[in-house]
């Protein structure tokens, strides 16, 4: 199944994601660029098409960093590691 609008599940229900502006690719790649020359391994730095998969659903973030070496280093997505706080 192929869609032209991507999709974000959030609690169980299904978000289209809007286009981002030219400012922000810019802004989102500039912070990728830092990010990516400030960590060690085995810290990664991805950026629009990783999907993070959290407690509550899977998100495409602008820019993701993961410390937690992938079970498949050509595909896979993020698990997040953070913990809820409530």
């Known amino acids: 199944m192929h869609s032209e609008v991507?999709?974000?599940l959030v609690d169980g229900?299904?978000?289209?994601?809007v286009g981002a502006s030219n400012i922000h690719?810019?802004?989102a790649?500039?912070?990728y660029f830092?990010?990516?020359?400030?960590?060690k391994?085995?810290?990664q730095v991805y950026i629009s098409d990783m999907k993070v998969r959290a407690s509550?659903?899977?998100?495409?973030?602008?820019?993701?960093v993961s410390c937690t070496p992938a079970p498949n280093p050509f595909y896979?997505?993020?698990t997040s590691q953070t913990q809820d706080t409530a």
Do not use: F, S, T, W
């Open 6 to 8: 991507r999709h974000e």
């Open 56 to 64: 509550d659903g899977a998100y495409y973030p602008d820019v993701a």
């Open 25 to 27: 690719n810019l802004l």
């Open 76 to 78: 896979g997505g993020i």
């Open 41 to 43: 391994k085995p810290c």
């Open 34 to 39: 830092m990010l990516r020359g400030h960590l």
């Open 13 to 17: 229900q299904v978000y289209a994601m």
């Open 29 to 31: 790649g500039a912070l």
